[in-house]
T-cell receptor
């Protein structure tokens, strides 16, 4: 079946540190991959996406590359800010326009 | 454009009571989703509508949960009777196919349900 596994949190970093949040997936076929972010008190927002192997999604300094050979979609940012503190969810969609299957989420806390 | 609207934002009920949640998707979005997010977990799809037809309800506990989208616009999710394990945030999302075939799901703020 389809599933997503994320590294467990919480992750605590100092401002300007490098961020990696690991995400691996299991899927049949060729899913699309997503990172969603949930800021405190707000709803889920799409952060970035990739729809095929070797695609790189990027937004707000965050990047993730769709690696089919390792079934991974790790989220990275070179220099985090306090405002990046949130819960990050990796997700896949098995088909176009279809449901999202989420990982359990990783809480990030950035200290000044 | 206005986002996905949900109401109420919070609800507290006792077990065995019934509850209903309402969602109004972004105008023109044909696809509507209801997800359940239990504390500490990622959202899990309960039901997906395409216009007013059900596409996927395989994870909807049909003995107690029901959902409808009668005119292909807004939707209602109902729980009757509620159990303690139904305590969660219920998220509504909508999507449309964009030029080029890409799509994106837009989420509402959610309804936090507490069953005591």
């Amino acid at each position: 079946g389809n599933s997503v596994t994320q590294m467990e949190g919480p992750v605590t970093l100092s401002e300007e540190a490098f961020l990696t949040i690991n995400c691996t997936y299991t899927a049949t076929g060729y899913p699309s991959l997503f990172w969603y972010v949930q800021y405190p008190g707000e709803g889920l927002q799409l952060l970035l996406k990739a729809t095929k192997a070797d695609d790189k999604g990027s937004n707000k300094g965050f990047e993730a590359t769709y690696r089919k050979e390792t079934t991974s979609f790790h989220l990275e940012k070179g220099s985090v800010q306090v405002s990046d503190s949130a819960v990050y969810f990796c997700a896949l969609s098995p088909g176009r326009g279809g449901k999202l299957i989420f990982g359990q989420g990783t809480e990030l806390s950035v200290k000044p | 454009e206005a986002g996905v609207a949900q109401s109420p934002r919070y609800k507290i009920i006792e077990k065995r009571q019934s509850v209903a949640f309402w969602c109004n998707p972004i105008s023109g979005h044909a696809t509507l989703y209801w997800y359940q997010q239990i504390l500490g977990q990622g959202p899990k799809l309960l039901i997906q509508f395409q216009n007013n037809g059900v596409v996927d309800d395989s994870q909807l506990p049909k003995d107690r949960f029901s959902a409808e989208r009668l005119k292909g616009v807004d939707s209602t999710l109902k729980i009757q009777p509620a159990k303690l394990e139904d305590s969660a945030v219920y998220l509504c999302a909508s999507s449309t196919i964009r030029t080029g075939g890409s799509y994106e799901q837009y989420f509402g703020p959610g309804t936090r349900l507490t069953v005591t």
